[in-house]
């Protein structure tokens, strides 16, 4: 319940005009040839997934055409048909595939959210954009308590949008920062004292999957590391 309300709360979101302006103006005009008679989501993109997860995976931010459109988490592009195939290779989906609201996909043991919630121009939010959102990852980190165990980053701006948000909310970080690479791993400790893996991989973005940088193998061993 107390995450639909923030849910609720950030789907209303306006902190970032340059990503207002963008996420509605692609919903209104922009739209890709192919998608011209669906209806855009236009928003911020709500985590999905497990509520009870002690997993998270945090992404970059939503696609244009992607979450920007089907209102769900790596939806409707070429990136998340690559990790939607993978969870469910390991177990945390019950289907391989992500259609869209109604289409029965649920996550067990894990949860999907983005650093920057809106989606940006070129798919390169600025470091106040950045900044700005971090302050919603910090309050789904806050909600999660000491129940969260491990933290998947796909990609460096989501590894530091962690980082960033856990800094702010007073959490140990190991000094110097830990860098982002694919299978990097850091351990981050709530004010509480409570250790919380994070974990890096390469974004499931066509860029490095089209080029084998990262291949299905190397990303189920990531998720399937997350049980350890
Ligand atoms: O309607 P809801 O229970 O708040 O779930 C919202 C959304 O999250 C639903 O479309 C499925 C997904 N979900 C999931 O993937 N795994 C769960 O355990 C519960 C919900
Ligand atoms: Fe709000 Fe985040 Fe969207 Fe900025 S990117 S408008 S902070 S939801």
Same mark, same amino acid.
């Given at each position: 319940?107390?995450l639909?309300?923030?849910?609720?709360?950030?789907?209303v979101?306006?902190?970032?005009p340059?990503?207002?302006?963008?996420?509605?103006?692609?919903?209104?005009?922009?739209?890709?040839a192919?998608?011209?008679?669906?209806?855009?989501? !236009? $928003?911020?993109?709500?985590?999905? =997934? *497990?509520?009870d997860?002690?997993? /998270?995976?945090? &992404?970059?931010?939503?696609?244009?055409?992607?979450?920007?459109?089907?209102?769900?988490?790596?939806?409707?592009?070429?990136?998340?048909?690559?990790?939607?195939?993978?969870?469910?290779?390991?177990?945390?989906?019950?289907?391989?595939?992500?259609?869209?609201?109604?289409?029965?996909?649920?996550?067990t043991?894990?949860?999907?959210?983005?650093s920057?919630?809106c989606?940006?121009?070129?798919?390169?939010?600025?470091?106040?954009?950045?900044?700005?959102?971090?302050?919603?990852? !910090? $309050?789904d980190?806050d909600?999660? =308590? *000491?129940?969260?165990?491990?933290? /998947?980053?796909? &990609?460096?701006?989501?590894?530091?949008?962690v980082?960033?948000?856990?800094?702010?909310?007073?959490?140990?970080?190991?000094?110097?920062?830990?860098?982002f690479?694919?299978?990097?791993?850091?351990?981050?400790?709530t004010?509480?004292?409570?250790?919380?893996?994070?974990?890096?991989?390469?974004?499931?973005?066509?860029?490095?999957?089209?080029?084998?940088?990262?291949?299905?193998?190397?990303?189920?061993?990531?998720?399937?590391?997350?049980?350890?």
């Open positions: 319940a107390e639909a309300e923030l849910d609720a709360r950030v789907s979101c306006r902190a970032c340059r990503l207002v302006d963008w996420r509605e103006t692609v919903a209104r005009a922009g739209r890709r192919s998608f011209a008679d669906q209806p855009y989501w !236009g $928003r911020p993109g709500p985590s999905f =997934g *497990d509520p997860a002690d997993a /998270l995976i945090v &992404g970059l931010a939503p696609a244009a055409n992607g979450t920007n459109r089907t209102g769900r988490m790596f939806t409707g592009d070429a990136s998340g048909d690559f990790l939607f195939a993978a969870l469910h290779r390991t177990g945390y989906a019950n289907q391989p595939t992500s259609a869209g609201a109604g289409d029965g996909l649920e996550l043991g894990i949860r999907i959210i983005a920057v919630r989606a940006p121009p070129e798919n390169t939010p600025t470091p106040a954009e950045k900044a700005t959102c971090a302050t919603w990852l !910090g $309050r980190l909600l999660l =308590g *000491d129940r969260l165990r491990v933290i /998947l980053t796909l &990609g460096a701006i989501g590894w530091s949008g980082l960033n948000a856990t800094s702010t909310l007073g959490w140990d970080v190991p000094k110097p920062r830990p860098k690479g694919h299978g990097a791993e850091a351990t981050l400790h004010p509480t004292g409570h250790p919380v893996r994070l974990v890096g991989c390469f974004h499931v973005s066509p860029h490095n999957t089209y080029t084998g940088r990262l291949t299905p193998e190397m990303l189920d061993a990531a998720l399937a590391g997350l049980r350890n």
